[in-house]
T-cell receptor, first 114, second 110 residues
């Protein structure tokens, strides 16, 4: 069964550094998402992406964040100048195009900012 | 998207049916009800979704009331592996953002 994959599974970085989280969505999916979950808190929507542009973003997704689909398979989330409060699990998800389709989530990347 | 309300926790005996309720009294006519679960800190896992008819798949059944203001997810024979946090989400389409609540923490007891 196809699945969303994410790398790395755990990333440790120092405050102020830039990190790139990578995701490989399911191959025939065209909508891509990033969510995050701070330890013990709710899963929060960050951004959705379709047709090489952002469809929607939350207030969390400020200028510190950016997304990119650099090639036909990867979908990345870049966090510039990381802060302690960016420590969280980051989940990538994908879904089929228009219509009533569920989102499939990856296993997540645990980001620890020290 | 409509707000959903779920009980914070529930217990269920292994082998028995687990019935997880969700209230979505402000749901609009074009909003679907999606159910996901999250085991430990893994990525949320899709379970089932519906609009107004009851739905069943290999994992669960979804019962939506006629007025669509509430629904119940039924795991027919709960196992220890079903211990997880279950989320009910109301959204207009699978291509839109999901607003996760705090969900119901289901503990299946041996």
């Amino acid at each position: 069964e196809p699945e969303v994959t994410q790398t790395p599974s755990h990333q440790v970085t120092q405050m102020g550094q830039e990190v790139i989280l990578r995701c490989v969505p399911i191959s025939n999916h065209l909508y891509f998402y990033w969510y995050r979950q701070i330890l013990g808190q709710k899963v929060e929507f960050l951004v959705s992406f379709y047709n090489n542009e952002i469809s929607e973003k939350s207030e969390i997704f400020d200028d510190q964040f950016s997304v990119e689909r650099p090639d036909g398979s990867n979908f990345t989330l870049k966090i510039r100048s990381t802060k302690l409060e960016d420590s969280a699990m980051y989940f990538c998800a994908s879904s089929l195009p228009e219509g009533v389709h569920e989102q499939y989530f990856g296993p997540g990347t645990r980001l620890t900012v020290t | 998207d409509a707000k959903t309300t779920q009980p914070p926790s529930m217990d269920c005996a292994e082998g028995r049916a687990a019935n997880l309720p969700c209230n979505h009294s402000t749901i609009s006519g074009n909003e679907y009800v999606y159910w996901y679960r999250q085991i430990h800190s893994q990525g949320p896992q899709y379970i089932i979704h519906g609009l107004k008819n009851n739905e069943t798949n290999e994992m669960a059944s979804l019962i939506i009331t006629e007025d669509r203001k509430s629904s119940t997810l039924i795991l027919p024979h709960a196992t220890l592996r079903d211990t997880a946090v279950y989320y009910c989400i109301a959204t207009t389409s699978g291509t839109y953002k999901y607003i996760f609540g705090t969900g119901t923490r289901l503990k299946v007891l041996a």
